[in-house]
């Protein structure tokens, strides 16, 4: 059954209108309020002249004036207090009594009012309604604890409410729930969804109250905890001058600076230190810039001023550490050894600056370490690969947020002395950009008359870096800054031959693999001709990276079988296991192969020719192919070929050209045909002068119809004059003639020199020529065919 609570008082259904902004005026409300707009004071006059009866809602004078948006529901209140203040404006107070149903705002001449019509309240209690009913008040318990701004008698009141209407509009007004909702909740008719919806608001203003909650605690709990440290160090002081102890030092700064006195530094990092400290000893604990100096002072006493480690003077010891760890490699350990015999003689030598570069696994990296073991030194590593930023070689400024040293700073403070081996490994791959360019940083680093004084942008004051043995690592030195390549001594680390493979397998590789895999108790042995198809199917390198890669594949699946077999941690000696690998089994572990040899021909004819080239994974065999058909004289040329390789082939073509009457070549031999020039794998980039031999053979072949003689590879730049220049990469390519087979190589007469870099197996089974001039090496390619010497060639060749 609905029942009306409270009848409108006016004996109409209409009553003098007042907007009340964002203000929700809910029934059993009192609210005071100031009208001070003309219509307003007059609606509320009108009202006084009457039974003092007025209609508030929760709009604005102008949504009124514009006459849209206006809400359809407001509350009939009853003036309770009048006062009119001097600026003609009126303080009122006034109850709600109900609410009321809009149908429809009428604007007089000096005021609004409106048609309305009381809401009929549901007040018929059923079970529904009264879990509802209760649900709202402990959801409303629970927000007035966490609100605590709610008036007790406030809260008594929501507790007796009767009836779900008194209850809604008892909790609406103190609930805090924004003022949409608060008009939404004035608009619902039915009691139970005014519940429901009640309810949901308040639980949401409790989620947001624990949050704000929490959030206070947690800052207050804060500031209580930097206040009790305040308080304790304040106590701390006033206790140490009674006891009449000078231990003020709160901030560390007495304790930093003995620790940096204990590390001997020069006066100027120790004058830098006191200045710092005195201006840390002024500053709060826990002011930002104490913090700044407190990092910078530490950086200062941790690092190395005077720690030194003393050399190992013995050549014959540290010649057998280098040989224990690598095999070969001549020219690193004869300068290793040369520096501890100098040394010796000049104790206040400087670190020499030394730059291994080679193909990729060749051991450059462990070959640095090895040095340092050798001279006793300590051995700290940056890798340069990626770098762009300059701030990363020197540091940025320490006023910055967060700022640190730069990695030389941070490496010498990990080495612990002033005299590490110190490893710039890939030097051949930093970048530069708008950051800066760390090549020009590492200038006065890797300069041994300037790093005596090399300064940090974070620290400020001059390190010495002079006694560091600096050893960088590069796979080619083309990408090194010539400025930064001239302070540097380079020494080759070439690639190794098959039979320094097989060695390098047999004596570190293979037990070093042994080892980490569990097998170091066991029979496991590899064949030379295993290592060697190794080698030869599997990897494609002119290091041991992929070699070892493959080796330690094998050694797991070995592995594998051994704890299949029973051979378990604790029986594993019980019986021998012993495993052979050779090269017939290498498939059954690794699967088909994986490389071929380079492209070679096994038969020649006319317009092949096999080259020689270098590459930073080691020297290739370069195959050459010439082909001609009618047409007007054009050279093509294709195979991915560089501007230099293009002009050598162009120059070759000329020299036969001024040279065919010696060559035996007919006139305008070329006039009626286009001539292609190819070098197989398109795919892969090729450039360099060093094919001019190669080409100019190739093109001879093709216009005798005669094929080079089978066996033979080539290098060597050409003149127009025939002369044959000398070429970079010997040993390399070298060694790439030799692992393809081929029994004679042609090289430039000035690299004659070279040859002592060629390992004896490979002079032995090769035989070179060394040719100055390019008809010297046709005469040796093509010994079938007749010369004529008395023409003006060797006018045209002088």
């Given at each position: 059954?609905?029942?009306?609570?409270?009848?409108?008082?006016?004996?109409?259904?209409?009553?003098?209108?007042?907007?009340?902004?964002?203000?929700?005026?809910?029934?059993?409300?009192?609210?005071?309020?100031?009208?001070?707009?003309?219509?307003?004071?007059?609606?509320?006059?009108?009202?006084?002249?009457?039974?003092?009866?007025?209609?508030?809602?929760?709009?604005?004078?102008?949504?009124?004036?514009?006459?849209?948006?206006?809400?359809?529901?407001?509350?009939?209140?009853?003036?309770?207090?009048?006062?009119?203040?001097?600026?003609?404006?009126?303080?009122?107070?006034?109850?709600?009594?109900?609410?009321?149903?809009?149908?429809?705002?009428?604007?007089?001449?000096?005021?609004?009012?409106?048609?309305?019509?009381?809401?009929?309240?549901?007040?018929?209690?059923?079970?529904?309604?009264?879990?509802?009913?209760?649900?709202?008040?402990?959801?409303?318990?629970?927000?007035?604890?966490?609100?605590?701004?709610?008036?007790?008698?406030?809260?008594?009141?929501?507790?007796?409410?009767?009836?779900?209407?008194?209850?809604?509009?008892?909790?609406?007004?103190?609930?805090?729930?924004?003022?949409?909702?608060?008009?939404?909740?004035?608009?619902?008719?039915?009691?139970?969804?005014?519940?429901?919806?009640?309810?949901?608001?308040?639980?949401?203003?409790?989620?947001?109250?624990?949050?704000?909650?929490?959030?206070?605690?947690?800052?207050?709990?804060?500031?209580?905890?930097?206040?009790?440290?305040?308080?304790?160090?304040?106590?701390?002081?006033?206790?140490?001058?009674?006891?009449?102890?000078?231990?003020?030092?709160?901030?560390?700064?007495?304790?930093?600076?003995?620790?940096?006195?204990?590390?001997?530094?020069?006066?100027?990092?120790?004058?830098?230190?006191?200045?710092?400290?005195?201006?840390?000893?002024?500053?709060?604990?826990?002011?930002?810039?104490?913090?700044?100096?407190?990092?910078?002072?530490?950086?200062?006493?941790?690092?190395?001023?005077?720690?030194?480690?003393?050399?190992?003077?013995?050549?014959?010891?540290?010649?057998?550490?280098?040989?224990?760890?690598?095999?070969?490699?001549?020219?690193?350990?004869?300068?290793?050894?040369?520096?501890?015999?100098?040394?010796?003689?000049?104790?206040?030598?400087?670190?020499?600056?030394?730059?291994?570069?080679?193909?990729?696994?060749?051991?450059?990296?462990?070959?640095?370490?090895?040095?340092?073991?050798?001279?006793?030194?300590?051995?700290?590593?940056?890798?340069?690969?990626?770098?762009?930023?300059?701030?990363?070689i020197r540091g940025h400024r320490k006023t910055y947020v967060g700022a640190l040293p730069g990695k030389i700073i941070q490496a010498m403070k990990k080495a612990d002395t002033r005299n590490p081996v110190f490893l710039l490994d890939e030097i051949d791959k930093i970048n530069s950009d708008f950051r800066g360019d760390p090549a020009s940083a590492l200038l006065e680093v890797l300069d041994p008359e300037q790093n005596s004084?090399?300064?940090?942008?974070?620290?400020?004051?001059?390190?010495?870096?002079?006694?560091?043995?600096?050893?960088?690592?590069?796979?080619?030195?083309?990408?090194?800054?010539?400025?930064?390549?001239?302070?540097?001594?380079?020494?080759?680390?070439?690639?190794?031959?098959?039979?320094?493979?097989?060695?390098?397998?047999?004596?570190?590789?293979?037990?070093?693999?042994?080892?980490?895999?569990?097998?170091?108790?066991?029979?496991?042995?590899?064949?030379?001709?295993?290592?060697?198809?190794?080698?030869?199917?599997?990897?494609?390198?002119?290091?041991?990276?992929?070699?070892?890669?493959?080796?330690?594949?094998?050694?797991?699946?070995?592995?594998?079988?051994?704890?299949?077999?029973?051979?378990?941690?604790?029986?594993?000696?019980?019986?021998?296991?012993?495993?052979?690998?050779?090269?017939?089994?290498?498939?059954?572990?690794?699967?088909?192969?994986?490389?071929?040899?380079?492209?070679?021909?096994?038969?020649?004819?006319?317009?092949?020719?096999?080259?020689?080239?270098?590459?930073?994974?080691?020297?290739?065999?370069?195959?050459?192919?010439?082909?001609?058909?009618?047409?007007?004289?054009?050279?093509?040329?294709?195979?991915?070929?560089?501007?230099?390789?293009?002009?050598?082939?162009?120059?070759?073509?000329?020299?036969?050209?001024?040279?065919?009457?010696?060559?035996?070549?007919?006139?305008?031999?070329?006039?009626?045909?286009?001539?292609?020039?190819?070098?197989?794998?398109?795919?892969?980039?090729?450039?360099?002068?060093?094919?001019?031999?190669?080409?100019?053979?190739?093109?001879?072949?093709?216009?005798?119809?005669?094929?080079?003689?089978?066996?033979?590879?080539?290098?060597?730049?050409?003149?127009?004059?025939?002369?044959?220049?000398?070429?970079?990469?010997?040993?390399?390519?070298?060694?790439?003639?030799?692992?393809?087979?081929?029994?004679?190589?042609?090289?430039?007469?000035?690299?004659?020199?070279?040859?002592?870099?060629?390992?004896?197996?490979?002079?032995?089974?090769?035989r070179f020529h060394f040719l100055s001039s390019a008809i010297e090496g046709l005469k040796l390619l093509f010994p079938d065919l007749v010369f004529d010497d008395n023409t003006n060639a060797e006018e045209n060749s002088a």
């Amino acid at each position: 059954m609905k029942l009306k609570t409270i009848a409108l008082k006016s004996t109409k259904d209409e009553l003098p209108l007042v907007p009340m902004g964002d203000l929700v005026t809910f029934p059993h409300m009192v609210v005071p309020f100031f009208a001070g707009k003309p219509s307003s004071v007059n609606a509320i006059e009108t009202a006084m002249s009457k039974d003092r009866m007025l209609l508030l809602i929760p709009c604005t004078d102008d949504t009124l004036k514009r006459g849209e948006g206006c809400p359809d529901f407001g509350t009939s209140a009853k003036i309770l207090q009048m006062l009119k203040l001097p600026d003609g404006s009126l303080r009122i107070l006034a109850e709600g009594k109900e609410r009321a149903h809009i149908s429809k705002i009428i604007s007089k001449r000096d005021y609004y009012s409106a048609h309305c019509e009381p809401v009929e309240e549901d007040r018929q209690l059923n079970a529904e309604i009264t879990a509802l009913m209760n649900t709202v008040l402990d959801i409303f318990k629970r927000f007035s604890k966490n609100k605590k701004k709610i008036p007790q008698d406030t809260i008594n009141a929501i507790e007796h409410a009767e009836y779900p209407d008194k209850l809604i509009d008892l909790i609406a007004p103190h609930s805090g729930i924004r003022t949409e909702k608060k008009i939404e909740l004035l608009g619902i008719q039915e009691a139970g969804k005014r519940l429901e919806q009640l309810a949901i608001f308040l639980e949401s203003e409790n989620e947001v109250l624990n949050i704000q909650n929490r959030i206070s605690t947690k800052v207050k709990k804060r500031m209580e905890r930097n206040q009790r440290e305040y308080f304790l160090n304040e106590q701390l002081k006033e206790i140490n001058r009674e006891l009449g102890k000078d231990t003020d030092d709160s901030n560390g700064a007495s304790e930093l600076l003995r620790k940096l006195k204990s590390r001997k530094p020069p006066q100027e990092i120790l004058q830098k230190a006191e200045k710092e400290c005195s201006r840390l000893e002024k500053l709060q604990p826990m002011s930002p810039e104490s913090g700044v100096l407190r990092t910078y002072l530490e950086w200062l006493a941790d690092l190395p001023w005077d720690e030194k480690s003393q050399d190992n003077k013995d050549i014959e010891i540290a010649a057998s550490i280098l040989d224990e760890d690598h095999y070969n490699m001549k020219k690193p350990k004869e300068r290793i050894l040369d520096f501890i015999a100098v040394r010796q003689l000049n104790p206040k030598l400087k670190g020499p600056i030394l730059c291994f570069v080679g193909p990729p696994g060749t051991g450059k990296t462990s070959l640095g370490k090895s040095v340092a073991r050798a001279l006793n030194r300590n051995f700290v590593r940056i890798s340069l690969g990626g770098v762009r930023d300059e701030a990363e070689i020197r540091g940025h400024r320490k006023t910055y947020v967060g700022a640190l040293p730069g990695k030389i700073i941070q490496a010498m403070k990990k080495a612990d002395t002033r005299n590490p081996v110190f490893l710039l490994d890939e030097i051949d791959k930093i970048n530069s950009d708008f950051r800066g360019d760390p090549a020009s940083a590492l200038l006065e680093v890797l300069d041994p008359e300037q790093n005596s004084s090399f300064t940090d942008h974070y620290l400020e004051v001059p390190y010495d870096l002079s006694e560091v043995m600096f050893i960088t690592t590069a796979n080619s030195t083309h990408s090194i800054p010539h400025p930064l390549l001239d302070r540097m001594e380079v020494i080759e680390v070439p690639g190794y031959t098959d039979i320094e493979k097989v060695a390098i397998a047999t004596n570190f590789i293979i037990p070093k693999q042994l080892k980490e895999n569990g097998l170091d108790w066991a029979d496991v042995r590899f064949t030379d001709q295993g290592i060697l198809g190794l080698i030869h199917s599997y990897t494609m390198e002119s290091g041991v990276r992929n070699l070892e890669r493959e080796v330690s594949s094998i050694i797991r699946k070995i592995a594998r079988q051994a704890v299949k077999d029973g051979f378990t941690e604790i029986e594993k000696r019980s019986e021998p296991f012993a495993m052979t690998v050779d090269e017939n089994s290498l498939s059954g572990y690794l699967g088909k192969e994986k490389f071929v040899k380079d492209l070679r021909y096994k038969e020649m004819k006319p317009g092949l020719a096999h080259g020689l080239a270098w590459t930073e994974m080691g020297g290739t065999l370069l195959p050459v192919e010439v082909a001609s058909f009618s047409g007007s004289g054009e050279l093509i040329l294709t195979g991915s070929l560089g501007d230099v390789m293009k002009e050598s082939a162009r120059t070759a073509l000329s020299f036969l050209k001024a040279n065919r009457a010696c060559l035996g070549l007919p006139q305008d031999f070329q006039k009626e045909i286009d001539i292609h020039i190819h070098v197989p794998e398109g795919a892969i980039p090729k450039d360099g002068p060093s094919a001019g031999i190669t080409l100019t053979a190739a093109l001879y072949s093709l216009f005798k119809k005669t094929p080079l003689l089978q066996g033979f590879a080539m290098t060597g730049e050409i003149t127009l004059t025939g002369r044959i220049l000398p070429i970079g990469g010997v040993k390399e390519k070298v060694l790439a003639a030799y692992r393809n087979e081929m029994t004679d190589v042609i090289l430039p007469e000035q690299n004659k020199k070279d040859l002592e870099d060629i390992p004896e197996e490979v002079q032995e089974k090769t035989r070179f020529h060394f040719l100055s001039s390019a008809i010297e090496g046709l005469k040796l390619l093509f010994p079938d065919l007749v010369f004529d010497d008395n023409t003006n060639a060797e006018e045209n060749s002088a």
